[in-house]
């Protein structure tokens, strides 16, 4: 079982940059492929972006690919998300999640998430 830890979020300008990190525990960090999503109110939580355990494979959705990067930093069992030109529509609450089996689904173990608000 991996637990993680999001934090990072808060209101910020359309335009307007964030970096979200979260720490993850229980599990050796550095084998584990790891992945943002988001939960905008009365929507399906969604995938962002995803990055292998080697830390080399990075894949995004549609919607923030050239504007989210995902990277991590096995030393401190972290995965961050930088976000950039943040648009209204990517307001949500942020999770991110240990990927596993072929199909690389997130576990059943999700954190709180981190709160992203975009003004206009």
């Known amino acids: 079982q991996v637990q993680v830890q999001e934090s990072g979020g808060g209101l910020v300008q359309a335009g307007g940059s964030l970096r979200l990190s979260c720490v993850a525990s229980g599990r050796t960090f550095s084998n584990l492929d790891m992945g943002w999503f988001r939960q905008a109110p009365g929507k399906e939580r969604e995938f962002v972006a995803r990055i292998g355990w080697s830390g080399g494979s990075a894949y995004y959705a549609d919607s923030v690919q050239g504007r989210f990067t995902i990277s991590r930093e096995d030393a401190k069992n972290t995965v961050y998300l930088q976000m950039n030109s943040l648009e209204p529509e990517d307001a949500a609450v942020y999770f991110c999640?240990?990927?596993?089996?072929?199909?690389?689904?997130?576990?059943?173990?999700w954190g709180q998430g981190t709160q992203v608000a975009v003004s206009s």
């Open positions: 999640n240990s990927l596993i089996g072929e199909a690389l689904e997130p576990s059943q173990y």
